[in-house]
């Protein structure tokens, strides 16, 4: 869809010989448009090859790393509790480690966290679990606000609630983004701005197209009746006032800002934000090397179950490696 409105995009330009300031305003904003919705839609198409490729090939080797450092956990926690052998300051470093390793662990495991590893975290963590989830919840909320009130849903235990909750958020942030499209087109298409009888017919016609299209959530139908209507626009352009390009530009900049934000949001989108966790920024999960992540990824490995080894002898070695571990991680 991006792809179609971008090789029309000079088509759809006001051709004037000499152009009014909101007539400049508008050939910029569809150009920009256009370039915006063509970036998106690159974006996607990268980060969805990134986590097809995570999947097929690194997902495996992260899930046996998981498992090592579920082992690491509950051996270094251990340690936690020893009256002698190790200082305050090794114990809080080790503190700092154990909850390092957590976070990585519920980033990558299937499902919620629960049993051993989860109560090693509450005990550990200045904040729980639970209130971690509630304000990243928060967050989702604020981003999925409508005007309406969300539903909350009826679920039988708190991980079941958290689960769903999250996937409606993110359904309410799909509609808003439809919610959004449509007022701006609405303004366009609503056929009171017209006195012409044929046009007055042809907006009634294209806000017609749009309620189905927004009661079938049918985003691409609706970028369709855009680029109809600027087409349309086109075809006329001595038509086109200034009070009614003013009021265009307008609606089109409300479109450039939500399309930025909904560029900018993508990398932290949680079909794509475990990508960070290979990636220095968010903006880079699309430039991931997966051949040196490997590479890590079995370094990985090989130390892990080396410390684990380490860890399970006597308490004495254990404590040797365990300090080196420490001095080498903190």
Do not use: C
């Not at 971690?132 to 969300?150: F, G, H, M, S, W």
């Not at 079909?271 to 430039?287: D, H, I, M, N, V």
Request: zero cysteines; a neutral charge; glycine letters at 4%.
């Amino acid at each position: 869809m991006s792809q179609e409105l971008e090789k029309r995009q000079g088509e759809l330009n006001i051709k004037k010989s000499s152009l009014s300031k909101e007539q400049k305003t508008f050939n910029k904003l569809i150009q920009q448009i256009a370039a915006l919705r063509q970036e998106l839609a690159e974006l996607t198409a990268i980060l969805d090859k990134q986590r097809q490729h995570y999947i097929k090939h690194i997902y495996p080797f992260v899930q046996q790393l998981t498992g090592l450092r579920a082992q690491l956990v509950v051996l270094m926690n251990g340690f936690m509790t020893l009256s002698k052998g190790l200082s305050d300051y090794e114990k809080e470093d080790l503190r700092g480690l154990i909850l390092h390793l957590l976070q990585d662990i519920f980033r990558y495991q299937q499902g919620e966290p629960e049993g051993e590893l989860l109560d090693i975290f509450n005990a550990l963590s200045d904040t729980t679990y639970q209130d971690i989830n509630e304000q990243y919840l928060a967050k989702l909320r604020v981003a999925a606000a409508t005007e309406e009130t969300l539903p909350a849903p009826v679920t039988a235990s708190k991980r079941e609630r958290y689960k769903e909750e999250k996937e409606r958020l993110l359904d309410a942030l799909r509609r808003k983004n439809i919610q959004q499209l449509y007022r701006q087109l609405a303004k366009f298409f609503h056929p009171d701005l017209e006195q012409d009888p044929g046009k007055i017919q042809l907006k009634e016609e294209l806000m017609k197209q749009l309620i189905i299209a927004k009661e079938n959530e049918d985003l691409l139908s609706m970028l369709q009746l855009e680029i109809q209507w600027i087409e349309q626009e086109d075809r006329h352009p001595d038509l086109l006032t200034n009070d009614k390009l003013h009021l265009y530009n307008t609606t089109l900049k409300e479109q450039v800002k939500d399309l930025q934000e909904q560029i900018q949001s993508l990398f932290n989108h949680p079909k794509y934000e475990f990508l960070q966790g290979f990636a220095k920024t968010p903006q880079s999960a699309r430039f991931i090397d997966w051949k040196s992540e490997k590479n890590n990824l079995d370094n990985l490995l090989y130390g892990f179950r080396e410390i684990i080894s380490g860890l399970s002898q006597d308490t004495k070695s254990a404590l040797k490696v365990l300090k080196g571990v420490l001095k080498n991680n903190t």
